[in-house]
């Protein structure tokens, strides 16, 4: 299609073209999803730490040149809101704290790319615009929420941490080891890297995926699906499982601002170490993709009482 866009002179490729997109063939590489992060969809009364988050993305798929042996690139464009919270402590005197964990909203806007390279790879670039403290709305978001579904009063937010901007660049590698001949069962290597004022962080990690399988170049998985010129009516389904570790070096959430004097962060420490293992399950077609994570991940705080544990739900449509 992208040659008979561009050699305009050529009467009958320009034809062709129009013909398919008309008469034979439904285009759909653009795709709007919603995804909500909450501890209640553990189904266990929990309401801490990451306590909700949403967030919504525009995602479009661009034709590659002729002459370039990749499949297409995937740009993606997100904005969203994450909410933090601490649980009391009784005895906050002899910790100078009030809370095992800071009081924080997360205000960001996010574009990225994905390329598909050849033997099952993928490459992600991303560049994250992010804002701390109460210019990030989080304490008026969990307010309007708890006040909304009658749920209690939201206190604890005279402890958020102070107002900072960051901009934080990202970079994610993930390839295929296996995949049987059936396509009913694969797994992979993932590799990803965050460096910035918000968060510093190195992960690895290892998908594994049992169903009714795509490739990483058409699958919902990788965001490949999109880069598949003609509408497939195929169905995809399958759950995953990957563990994963992580290095954590800066988390403004928790630390406050970087470089800045946050009396709040400074009586907090990280865990260096993170152990993460996400749970899920997720089902498409040719228009719609939902599905369901449980991710399950170690003490982020060196003084939490807990693990930091939460669900997602997720739903996008493709046109």
Known sequence: MSVGLRSLGLLLPLISSCFLVFGQVKFRKHEISIQNDNDVYLLVGQDRYYT??????????????SDVQTSNT???FEIGQRIYNGISIVDYRRQNRTYDRPFAGYLYLSAGATRFLKEDQVVEVKVEFGQIGSRSYGEEAQKFI???FGLYEATGW????????????????????YRNESQSFDLGMIGRGVLGMNNTNIEAGIPIRAGKLKSYHASTFTRGHLTQ????NEKEWYFVYQPSLTRVFYNST??????????????YQIEPWMLSHRVGFNWSDHKVHYGINYI?????LKSVFHRHQYGQLFFAYRF
């Open 254 to 267: 928790i630390q406050g601002g970087l470089g800045k004097d946050d009396p709040i962060g400074e009586l």
């Open 74 to 76: 995937v740009l993606d």
């Open 146 to 148: 708890h006040h909304l």
């Open 52 to 65: 909700n988050g949403i967030n919504v993305n525009y995602r479009v798929a661009i034709q590659p040149r």
């Open 158 to 177: 005279e402890t958020e941490l102070r107002n900072a901007f960051g901009v934080d660049m990202q970079a994610k590698y993930l390839k295929g080891i």
């Open 296 to 300: 399950f991940n170690s003490k982020e």
């Open 229 to 232: 010129a003609r509408s497939n």
